[in-house]
């Protein structure tokens, strides 16, 4: 079945350092393939989001390219404040819908001290 | 615009009660989705719902968990009997099922413990 899989954490960086959480994923077709970030105490927010190979989500100053050949859509940004601060789930839907339910990875906790 | 309203917020019980979730979603979507979020196996889908048909539960663990929508705006999730290993967040989500890039939007979600 379809999988996602992230990097480990939790991922400690000083504010301003550059950030990347690695996503890959294993699936039949072309899936649509989403960033969902989650905030203390609160429910998970849709980051970004890419739809086709090589498509470029962004947000917030975050980026993730889709990429078929490396099965990969990692996360990243140049710059990362304290407000960062959160969980980055990333997730795929399968083919031709974001209204199936979608498959998480596991999470990556992101702590930014300042 | 009122987001998905999930209720309780927070909810304590004994083993072998049962526990009744509560989910609101956006008005004017179609497709819900039930969600279980634990430490060990992260979130996990339990079932969904197109225009209030259950369209995949194979996500749900065991006969003790059964989720009803009875109309395009409200959605249960029941456990009974309710056991400590069910305690977790539990979070509902809505998305319009037009389009193939549609965001689900979550709830805050349910804290569950079972005691």
């Known amino acids: 079945g379809d999988s996602v899989t992230q990097m480990e954490g939790p991922v400690t960086l000083s504010e301003e350092a550059f950030l990347t959480i690695n996503c890959t994923y294993t699936?039949?077709?072309?899936?649509?393939l989403f960033w969902y970030v989650q905030y203390p105490g609160e429910g998970l927010q849709l980051l970004l989001k890419a739809t086709k190979a090589d498509d470029k989500g962004s947000n917030k100053g975050f980026e993730a390219t889709y990429r078929k050949e490396t099965t990969s859509f990692h996360l990243e940004k140049g710059s990362v404040q304290v407000s960062d601060s959160a969980v980055y789930f990333c997730a795929l839907t399968p083919p031709g819908g974001g209204a199936d339910g979608l498959t998480f990875g596991k999470g990556t906790h992101l702590i930014i001290q300042p | 615009d009122a987001g998905v309203i999930q209720s309780p917020r927070h909810e304590v019980t004994e083993m072998g009660q049962e526990v009744t979730l509560r989910c609101k979603p956006i008005s004017g979507h179609n497709s819900l989705f039930w969600y279980r979020q634990t430490m060990m196996r992260g979130l996990e889908l339990l079932i969904y719902f197109n225009n209030n048909v259950p369209i995949d539960d194979s996500g749900m663990p065991e006969d003790r968990f059964s989720a009803k929508m009875p109309n395009a705006s409200f959605s249960t999730l029941k456990i009974q009997p309710s056991e400590p290993r069910d305690s977790a967040v539990y979070f509902c989500?809505?998305?319009?099922?037009?389009?193939?890039?549609?965001?689900?939007?979550f709830g805050d979600g349910t804290r569950l413990s079972i005691l």
């Open positions: 989500a809505s998305s319009l099922r037009t389009g193939w890039d549609q965001p689900q939007h």
């Open positions: 699936a039949t077709g072309y899936p649509s």
